[in-house]
């Protein structure tokens, strides 16, 4: 089998085992596998095809997993914790009432959504366009509260 072959048996092997680690550093030595066999693929000497895959890995990991690390890790805020998504970036958020909420049920709007809402307490009545706050997530309902 052509060395070419065993560089590229090794990046792929690299990438899947990257799959499960995140770290981004089996990859960037997967970078440098594929390095190697482009030379290998012109005819390199097996020292060259070398250099090239341990001169490929240091250069991707020193120069470019700091780039992709920050790419990966721009969804997080100036403190560092990850941002909500889906349903729990709903919580907290502010809605506007469309149709009455009491008891029995009524219709907000969040960020241009219609939500079947209930108010938190029973017994308060929230009229169309007042303003409230989510307070929960239920299944596709919301939990809705108004602050005096």
């Not at 060259?48 to 341990?54: E, R, S, W």
Request: proline letters at 5%; glycine letters at 12%.
């Amino acid at each position: 089998m052509e060395p070419v072959f065993y560089w590229i048996i090794a990046a792929v092997v690299l990438g899947a085992i990257e799959l499960f680690t995140g770290t981004l550093v089996l990859a960037m030595v997967g970078v440098g596998a594929v390095l190697a066999g482009i030379g290998a693929s012109l005819g390199a000497p097996f020292w060259l095809q070398a250099v090239l895959f341990g001169a490929g890995s240091v250069a991707s990991i020193f120069g470019l997993r700091p780039f992709l690390k920050q790419a990966l890790e721009s969804d997080t805020g100036a403190d560092k914790t990850p941002r909500s998504f889906g349903t729990r970036a709903i919580e907290g958020a502010e809605a506007r009432v469309i149709e009455k909420v009491d008891h029995s049920g009524g219709l907000v709007e969040i960020a241009g959504d219609n939500w079947t809402a209930y108010p938190l307490e029973p017994d308060q009545l929230l009229e169309p366009g007042d303003r409230v706050t989510v307070v929960e997530i239920k299944g596709a309902t919301v939990i809705v509260w108004k602050q005096s």
